[in-house]
């Protein structure tokens, strides 16, 4: 599942199916699979793989029984807990960024500022 840009949930690593699978779950005490994918508007099988996603996140958790149901977990704690993990994930990027950026600027020297300029001059674009 892709965390698609321009939805919330793309900042926490969610789908926007996953989100909304989420979204419906916290406003009910618990839900079977078809009537997630009836609430949201998907086949059972989206709606299965939303949950699967869901729960391997710790967002939501399967209760056993007669016929399998799902809850949300507090989005506060469970939501914070995945946040938490993805800027464990951005802190280890930027510091991937900085060495980098220091490897880039032993090996160009004096070209580094000079490429910047040229860039900034090439792309003159609108908005």
Sequence with gaps: MD??????????????LAGRVL????TVPSADVAEVAAAVGVSTAEA?????HLADSA??????GTAPRWAAGPPRSSLS????????????????VERLHEVYEAVSGPRAAHL???LERACHCEP
């Design 116 to 118: 910047v300029e040229v």
């Design 48 to 52: 299965e793989r939303a949950l699967r």
């Design 23 to 26: 979204e419906h779950l916290v």
């Design 3 to 16: 965390g698609t840009a321009g939805t919330p949930w793309a900042v926490t690593g969610l789908d926007p």
């Design 81 to 96: 807990a995945l946040l938490a993990r993805r800027r464990a994930e951005l802190a280890r990027v930027e510091g991937l």
């Design 59 to 64: 967002l939501v958790l399967q209760i056993d």
